[in-house]
């Protein structure tokens, strides 16, 4: 899953097959590539928007030091870190358990957080009708009883290194497997019965409780410990610099109190979860779907890419009208409704309908200018918001300032911005007159972040 947002600056050598390396060869790359995990917590996708702890904190860092952000997600610990290590990522964004072990393979950041390890169990088939006195005892709270047990934990993770310690702890035998699935997917099948047990860390466990109260999380395994960043441990002295910088300021301010408390301690974590749209459960983005993908054909647009238009124009209210008077899904105006010969309140497909016929519209002017399809998508969208006659407009004055009339940014772009300016938006050329591009150009910018995600 992938994101890109803003811009770059100095001119570093490059190194190992042009793999950049440190902040300033990851400037003149123009992105910072990050790993995550894409799971309930660090990353996903929520009607149709990208949310997750690491990752808001990430854009957060990535705006503060002004670099574009690709996120990689990648639940497997092991090629996550092999992605570190090859130069393939910059960040591993995960959090990961600070140990001596992992301190020769990765150089940690500031802690982003703390955390225990705990056990996760199942609790009595019939636990509801037990009183809590009752159930603890049914409940595993000594860690001596732990002896002779399978206890699962994701391959590649700190769990297992802990385990083995307190095996030797108690003077017995823990048998501890280590498989290729991360915390969240263990957890499932301990509420299944797949499994009995299973070791991670406690703010994720406590999480997954909201989904599964059949489980128990309150078994310590570990005292509390420090969850960081990691970055590799060769060429990135500045960028772990500027990241420890960032962390230290970060984690005393309210923003971050709120961020943890959004996903660690939010009741509404269940509900996002189980709703139709939590896309790592089903795929989809909003309860027009099916209707998207029908118009996408139409358009011959990735149906991901028209959901991410919709998201950005109504966030899928198909009732909202604007100041202006756009009506629905695709805030189509009443007049290019008309001019379609559709009415465009009558029902949502309709208006989905009117939307996808601008579109082919708008491609009818695009298409003969532009022969590059990426560069076009850009013009297009533009024209969704601003009108094509305000993007015909800049790619004149672009063009007559010697500049790119069929690149979007860096050139027709920056000219959508000056129409603004009474001495562009006079010259005989234009023929539109006044606009304030701001709002347009960052519609393409943010709906073409979106369809990443």
């Known amino acids: 899953m992938l994101l890109a947002l803003l811009v770059a600056s100095c001119k570093p050598a490059q190194k190992d097959n042009a793999v950049a390396f440190d902040l300033d060869a990851i400037r003149e790359r123009g992105k910072l590539i990050a790993v995550t995990d894409f799971n309930s917590t660090d990353y996903f996708i929520y009607r149709g928007e990208p949310m997750g702890f690491h990752y808001e904190l990430l854009k957060s860092f990535s705006d503060q030091i002004g670099i574009d952000l690709e996120i990689v997600t990648e639940n497997n610990l092991e090629l996550a870190f092999d992605m570190l290590k090859t130069g393939k990522a910059d960040l591993l964004a995960k959090g990961l358990t600070v140990n001596t072990t992992r301190k020769k393979e990765i150089l940690f950041s500031e802690p982003i957080t703390e955390t225990r390890q705990v056990l996760v169990q199942r609790k009595p088939k019939n636990w509801k009708l037990l009183s809590p006195e009752a159930l603890e005892l049914r409940i595993i709270r000594n860690q001596l009883d732990l002896a002779h047990k399978t206890l699962y934990v994701q391959k590649g993770s700190s769990h297992a290194e802990r385990l083995l310690a307190l095996s030797a702890e108690i003077g017995d035998s823990i048998n501890v497997v280590e498989v290729p699935f991360e915390a ?9 019965g797949e499994i009995d047990y299973v070791v991670c860390d406690e703010n994720v466990a406590l999480v997954n409780a909201t989904y599964y109260p059949d489980i128990d999380v309150s078994t310590p395994v570990s005292f509390a410990q420090s969850l960081a960043w990691g970055v590799r441990k060769n060429d990135s002295e500045i960028l772990i610099e500027e990241l420890n910088k960032w962390i230290t300021a970060y984690r005393k301010t309210g923003s971050y109190l709120l961020l943890y408390s959004k996903y660690f301690r939010n009741a509404r974590s269940s509900t996002i979860i189980k ?112 009108g094509p006659g305000h993007v015909l407009d800049a790619m004149k004055l672009a063009e007559k300032n010697g500049m790119d009339p069929q690149k979007w940014d860096g050139s027709v772009a920056v000219w959508l911005l000056k129409k603004s300016e009474p001495r562009y938006y006079n010259d005989s050329i234009v023929k539109n007159g006044y606009f304030r591009g701001t709002e347009s150009v960052a519609f393409v910018t943010e709906l073409l972040d979106r369809y990443e995600h």
């Not at 969240?184 to 299944?192: A, G, Q």
């Open 184 to 192: 969240e997917t263990l957890i499932k099948n301990v509420s299944d």
């Open 275 to 386: 709703s139709d749209y939590y896309s790592i459960s089903t795929g989809k983005v909003s309860q027009y779907d099916d209707l998207i993908k029908e118009f996408s054909d139409s358009i011959k647009w990735d149906w991901r890419l028209l959901a991410s238009l919709i998201c950005q124009e109504s966030r899928f209210n198909a009732n909202v009208v604007s100041w202006a008077g756009a009506y629905g899904l695709m805030q189509i105006m009443p007049l290019t409704g008309e001019k379609f010969g559709i009415d465009i309140t009558s029902s949502p497909k309709n208006n989905l309908k009117a939307g996808a016929m601008y579109i082919n519209w708008l491609h009818s002017i695009f298409d003969p200018k532009i022969a590059d399809e990426k560069e076009r998508l850009n013009f297009i969208l533009a024209s969704y918001n601003a």
